[in-house]
């Protein structure tokens, strides 16, 4: 079939594929809880063969999927290198130091709180979830597993906090892509965000703090948390030197260093520290750093430490992410297929047609980016189509570039974790050891946000505008200084 036969679908028949493609992921994964990557495969397999019968060849999917690999590749590095940093932040007493204090400081019933506001603290100074949650996020769900707490609650306040920051900090790359892409300026875009940032914020504190009330703190509780500081205590030197390599990771992302740079330093150095102070052997620090570490390799014999310990604090290492790449693969072989296949993009340039309110126009742009970061898994591809699509329309609504630019972050940036197909999620999944479908309705900082700004939309006649600015108001306010200055 030459290429001049190629033809696009009709909105009807862009439908088929769609709809089919939502019932493998909504059933398949959602319900039946089979293997995502194979439903991936079976969606993508879904979207060839619609693409072929409009004239596209396998070698195009296969062409779009390279240039998604070669995008993608700095993200799924930087996902080999939080395994690395792990395994050899475990052998080093990095992580065991904060469980050990987190263990004897935090109380149980404020530890979901407490979860939300430190990742967001660490975020917003760092501008990067996937450190945040790789990182600190790790020790606080070792905590909670200690304490006999909930996993999935936990996994939420990590996951919300640590967008938190990526959503408001001016190092953040999301950040400051979505403004670029929408035309905004920078600063006036985060302070935008604010307006669905703050109440969302609120609302996760305010539930994280009673769901931890609930918290009934029994003494069989209480026994298990002093045998795990007894343990840890036993396996670890825990001086303060063991904070290096996380004083590394901050300091390297306020100076915006190169993130994979910086990441491999702090590494390195957790692994000279292991060596200087846990008298791990040269072997066995390349063992953690590639397989994980393991208890026994600290020269402790497997017997004398409970399993609870070793549950704990086993893990880690390069091997640990590679199911999360090959799930990185499914998800762009799917994401490929579909982009070729037009289907997307003939029903939203149909659905542009009936936007005809503020609040319509903004629900859609919201509803755009959450199916696009959900079928391409990549944020920057996202924020550049949105614009291309609903750009103008914003504009003839009288919508200032800041509000595209927050729909973006809150419909792409702070959503893509939430599903167990996409990079983000998968990493989340992978990282702290729960399931999207798990820790999705604790997440409420990444759920308020998109709630917010589609409320700001449909109530803006009714509040005068409120959250919501106008491209108006720019003029306004230009001639507002010109008479201030004479």
């Given amino acids: 079939m030459k290429q001049s036969e190629v033809k696009r679908p009709t909105v009807g028949m862009a439908l088929i594929p769609i709809t089919l493609a939502l019932v493998i992921f909504i059933v398949g994964i959602g319900v039946l809880k089979f293997?995502?990557?194979?439903?991936?495969?079976?969606?993508?397999?879904?979207?060839?063969?619609?693409?072929?019968l409009y004239g596209h060849k396998w070698g195009k999917i296969i062409t779009v999927m390279g240039e998604k690999i070669k995008t993608a590749l700095p993200a799924i590095l930087i996902l080999f290198s939080i395994g690395l940093l792990i395994g050899t932040w475990m052998i080093s007493g990095t992580i065991p130091f904060f469980v050990y204090y987190g263990l004897e400081i935090i109380n149980p019933a404020h530890l979901y709180v407490l979860a939300f506001i430190v990742t967001a603290i660490v975020s917003t100074c760092t501008g990067t979830s996937w450190g945040s949650a790789g990182t600190i996020g790790v020790a606080l769900m070792s905590i909670a597993q200690t304490m006999d707490l909930s996993m999935a609650v936990t996994a939420g306040a990590v996951v919300s906090g640590a967008y938190f920051g990526d959503k408001l900090s001016p190092l953040s790359d999301t950040t400051n892509m979505s403004s670029l892409a929408a035309g905004a300026n920078l600063y006036e875009h985060i302070k935008h965000m604010l307006y669905t940032s703050v109440p969302s914020a609120l609302i996760a504190i305010i539930v994280f703090y009673f769901v931890g009330?609930?918290?009934?703190?029994?003494?069989?509780?209480?026994?298990?948390?002093?045998e795990m500081l007894a343990g840890i205590g036993e396996l670890f030197n825990l001086n303060p030197l063991v904070l290096l390599p996380a004083v590394i990771v901050i300091a390297g992302s306020l100076l915006k260093k190169n993130p994979l740079i910086v990441l491999f330093c702090s590494a390195v150095t957790a692994m000279i520290i292991a060596q200087l102070l846990q008298s791990a052997t040269v072997p066995n620090l390349f063992t953690a750093a590639v397989e994980g570490f393991h208890t026994e390799m600290l020269g402790v014999s497997p017997d004398l430490i409970s399993e609870d310990i070793q549950e704990l604090l086993n893990r880690g290492g390069l091997y640990s992410m590679y199911n999360a790449t090959f799930f990185v693969f499914?998800?762009?072989?799917?994401?490929?297929?579909?982009e070729v296949s037009q289907a997307l993009n003939v029903i939203l340039e149909k659905v542009i047609t009936y936007l005809k309110s503020i609040g319509s126009v903004i629900f859609a742009s919201l509803l755009t980016g959450f199916a696009v970061i959900n079928c391409t898994s990549n944020a920057l591809v996202t924020y550049f189509l949105v614009k291309d699509i609903y750009g103008d329309v914003y504009k003839k609504r009288n919508l200032h570039p800041t509000n595209l630019s927050r729909s973006m972050e809150d419909s792409v940036t702070i959503t893509e974790a939430l599903m167990p197909w996409t990079v983000s999620g998968v990493f989340m999944a992978t990282t702290l050891g729960v399931g999207n479908f798990e820790f999705l309705p604790w997440a409420f900082?990444?759920?308020?946000?998109?709630?917010?700004?589609?409320?700001?939309?449909?109530?803006?006649?009714?509040?005068?505008?409120f959250g919501i600015r106008k491209l108006d108001e720019d003029v306004e306010e230009?001639?507002?200084r010109k008479q201030a200055a004479l």
Avoid: H, R
């Avoid at 293997?35 to 072929?52: K, N, P, T, W």
């Avoid at 009330?213 to 002093?226: F, R």
């Avoid at 900082?445 to 505008?465: E, K």
């Fill in 213 to 226: 009330l609930q918290i009934d703190s029994s003494p069989g509780q209480l026994t298990n948390i002093e």
């Fill in 478 to 480: 230009g001639e507002s």
């Fill in 445 to 465: 900082f990444n759920l308020g946000g998109i709630v917010f700004s589609a409320l700001y939309g449909f109530l803006a006649p009714y509040t005068n505008g």
């Fill in 330 to 338: 499914c998800a762009f072989f799917f994401a490929s297929a579909l």
């Fill in 35 to 52: 293997q995502a990557e194979l439903m991936l495969i079976f969606a993508g397999v879904l979207f060839s063969i619609f693409a072929a």
